[in-house]
């Protein structure tokens, strides 16, 4: 049975986020990566300081996390975040694949103080031609040549 979540991991997360956020860096989410029972990175958000749309806590800690580790995999690692991962940063995390996730308030709550990501949610469901985002595929054949050189180099490292 997977040890019980760590409450001193989350307080450290929701810690970050206030003071990051009353320090001008940005909205108030912060994050930690916890492996060995240890924080190995800490994250918060700086969107606006970094003009960097996709600087949110989780990135941010997952690319300390696997810098320390001297990996693009976050294996054997628990993710202590302050808020429910928008879809940018749940798609960073699968890709990172870390144990467990855990979250203090849910999307529901960042939606009533004006971090609504729904509107995200609802795109990825849309079909491309039926988005906001205009979506066209351009110059397929050409870009399939960066495809068959992966298939074809020897010394690829699969993720």
Not at 11 to 20: D, Q, T, V, Y
Not at 55 to 63: G, L, N, P, T, Y
Not at 126 to 131: A, F, M, Q, S, W
Request: charged share 25%; with cysteine.
């Amino acid at each position: 049975m997977p040890d019980a979540p760590n409450p001193d991991f989350m307080r450290e997360a929701i810690r970050l986020s206030i003071e990051k956020m009353q320090a001008g860096f940005g909205g108030p989410f912060g994050a930690v990566v916890v492996k060995d029972g240890q924080i190995i990175a800490r994250g918060f958000n700086q969107v606006t300081t970094t003009h960097d749309p996709t600087c949110h806590a989780e990135v941010d800690a997952i690319r300390k996390a696997c810098q320390a580790l001297g990996t693009f995999q976050l294996d054997g690692c628990d993710l202590y975040t302050s808020c429910e991962p928008c879809p940018m940063c749940l798609g960073a995390i699968y890709w990172a694949r870390p144990a467990r996730v855990f979250y203090g308030n849910t999307k529901a709550d960042a939606a009533a103080v004006g971090f609504d990501d729904q509107f995200i949610y609802d795109e990825i469901e849309k079909p491309l031609g039926e988005r906001r985002l205009p979506m066209q595929q351009f110059l397929a054949d050409e870009a399939s040549a960066s495809f068959r050189a992966w298939e074809a180099h020897e010394g690829r490292t699969e993720y």
